[in-house]
């Protein structure tokens, strides 16, 4: 598939939508060809998939990448989040385009969106491309992972007196090996000013409110105290969300696994094991691995993650 001239592709712009009675921060990279979709992670926001849109946009695609409820400029209602929540606002997010057959290419906490919209809307969607995300995971696993993240959880309500205070903070992150003008640019769009300088994009609340329905919270000791106090409702969660039956997605499934660790050995998002389960329970799926981590998965300049997407693309 050859690339759209640059001349015929129109610009990029951004708008808000009203969606479930809450305005959705939208990004459109216009094109005739069949529309994609890009859903980012859990402390993500629409520019986490701009090299996607980007790439996708030159082969003459129509993409749309939007702020999930709760981030960049997007509302951020007091409650209100969940998987529940972002497969609705997804869902109207395709009628409201009139969006026939697109693919959902989705990053991390958007893989389990895509796959639960694909589930309950089985004929809205073509294929789907999940990188990096999906998986089932095991308790203990899920409490690494919160160590992981824990990370990104701390840059969260912080008032930062410059850009540049963020920008060290996040250059010296062992999350982000591989610094970059694209990564750079990318953290700068987190940022939103305040009076007293700039906040990153998402509230910690938010986070919260998304941990709390998977069973999980920004603190660990909030698990298992939860666990103690509330046990029911707790682990009706964390089955809830153990629980995926891959077998009834028959869409064309792409999915991509970093290898590399992001903290610690053995830290990945997407173990192998639940990368392998996806692969033989979803009756369309193929997956390939990548030679990077969790975050460059996203921003690293790599060949085989480019050349596997725009092939499946081009294919389904």
């Known amino acids: 598939m050859k690339a759209v001239p ?68 997007s509302d951020k209602p007091k409650g209100s989040y969940g998987f529940n929540h972002h497969i609705e606002d997804l869902q109207k997010i395709i009628q409201h385009y009139k969006l026939k057959n697109s693919i959902i290419l989705a990053h991390s906490f958007g893989c389990m969106i895509a796959l639960r919209h694909t589930l309950k809307y089985p004929n809205q969607t073509k294929a789907l491309i999940l990188m990096d995300g999906g998986g089932l995971l095991t308790l203990p696993k899920r409490i690494q992972i919160l160590k992981v993240l824990k ?106 696994r970093a290898n590399q660790m992001n903290l610690f050995p053995n830290d990945d998002l997407l173990p192998k094991e639940s990368f392998l389960e996806i692969l033989k329970r979803i009756p369309n799926a193929s997956g390939i691995e990548i030679n990077t981590n969790h975050y460059g998965i996203l921003f690293d300049n790599l060949k085989k993650r480019d050349n596997a997407i725009v092939q499946f693309t081009e294919k389904h």
């Open 151 to 256: 990370q990104s959880f701390e840059r969260l309500d912080v008032v930062y007196n410059s850009q540049s205070d963020y920008i060290n903070l996040v250059k010296n992150s062992p999350l982000v090996p591989k610094w970059s003008k694209k990564i750079h640019d990318y953290f700068i769009k987190e940022l939103h000013k305040v009076q007293n300088g700039f906040v990153c994009h998402m509230p910690k609340f938010v986070m919260e409110e998304e941990l709390k329905e998977m069973g999980g919270s920004i603190h660990l000791w909030k698990v298992f105290l939860n666990l103690i106090l509330h046990p029911i409702n707790t682990m009706k969660r964390m089955k809830e969300n153990k629980r995926l039956d891959f077998e009834s997605i028959k869409t064309p499934t792409l999915v991509l």
């Open 6 to 73: 640059r001349e015929k592709l129109k610009k990029h712009y951004e708008e808000n939508v009203l969606i479930n009675g809450i305005n959705i921060h939208i990004g459109i990279w216009p094109g005739k060809k069949r529309p994609i979709l890009c859903l980012h992670g859990l402390s993500g926001n629409l520019y986490s998939m701009e090299t996607f849109a980007n790439l996708l946009n030159k082969k003459g695609h129509k993409v749309i990448s939007y702020d999930l409820r709760g981030r960049g400029h």
